[in-house]
């Protein structure tokens, strides 16, 4: 199988978040894509297959399929553009929602950007983020309450937990086995940890433990679910927001998300990609 690996969201030519991208004729069953995806060991591995309408498509983390995953969308927004030239490319989910993600060659540089889901937030319950706090170590003077926890989606479902300090996002720990169950519980994906340096530029962190993955240097899902957050708290942020995550990692990323006016339409999630 020609598995192409594609580091989605770098920052020129390093980091980004590695992912394991498949074009084939022939769908593989569920088992078959988790174990490429356990074998290829990335935090996710999309399949993609063509149908009348674009490309079916499946991301597997090493443990589970998810619903939808971003940076493995860019990862293959750059596979499909290398492949095929430039264009926007329609993909279907497991869910049936329908996607595009557009790829962009020019000179040396990749560039791609998707449309996520629709977007929508809800109150956490208190429960949860006090859960959540104890997994991590934080305390409740720790969070930033312009932005307040809340359950948020894009394409898939995550809590955010904004901090009101960069060294607090810096120290960032916990452990993996407590977080994997307290994501499964609640139907998590990941928990996304922000700290807003200004209006328009924020930090991240996502520990991705439901994919049985410590974190992601790159979360495109969960950066599409803050944009629709942040649109529905009336959020200062001018019609985007810029994103460094992985920092902490040693695997810098960089993300755009640009802010559309309509309450939970889609969200454009955009970056360079560079093959490994």
């Not at 769908?27 to 993609?48: C, H, P, R, Y």
């Not at 810096?170 to 993996?176: A, G, P």
């Not at 530029?201 to 629709?228: K, M, Q, V, W």
Request: include cysteine; hydrophobic fraction near 40%.
């Amino acid at each position: 199988m020609n598995i192409q690996k594609i580091a989605a969201f770098s920052d020129e030519n390093q980091g980004g978040n590695p992912a394991g991208v498949l074009i084939s004729d022939q769908l593989s069953t569920n088992a078959e894509m988790q174990k490429i995806a356990l074998d290829v060991g990335f935090s996710e591995t999309v399949f993609a297959t063509p149908i009348s309408e674009g490309w079916k498509v499946h991301y597997f983390s090493p443990e589970s399929e998810v619903p939808f995953c971003g940076h493995a969308t860019i990862a293959l927004g750059a596979a499909l553009a290398l492949r095929y030239g430039n264009g926007i490319f329609s993909l279907t989910l497991t869910n049936q929602t329908k996607i595009t993600v557009e790829g962009t060659i020019d000179g040396s540089t990749i560039m791609a950007a998707l449309q996520s889901p629709p977007t929508n937030s809800f109150k956490a319950d208190p429960l949860l983020i006090a859960d959540a706090l104890s997994l991590f170590g934080y305390m409740e003077s720790d969070l930033d309450y312009r932005i307040p926890p809340a359950l948020i989606h894009g394409g898939s479902n995550h809590l955010v937990l904004a901090l009101n300090s960069r060294s607090k996002l810096k120290s960032m720990k916990y452990d993996l086995d407590k977080g994997r169950t307290l994501m499964n519980e609640n139907s998590l994906v990941t928990i996304l940890l922000v700290y807003a340096e200004s209006d328009q530029l924020f930090h991240t962190r996502n520990p991705f433990a439901s994919g049985g993955i410590y974190e992601d240097s790159a979360t495109g899902a969960a950066t599409a679910a803050l944009g629709g957050y942040l649109r529905d708290l009336n959020w200062p942020h001018k019609g985007h927001i810029d994103i460094v995550q992985g920092e902490d990692m040693g695997m810098r990323s960089k993300l755009r998300a640009e802010i559309g006016n309509i309450a939970g339409s889609s969200i454009r999630v955009s970056g360079t990609a560079r093959i490994m």
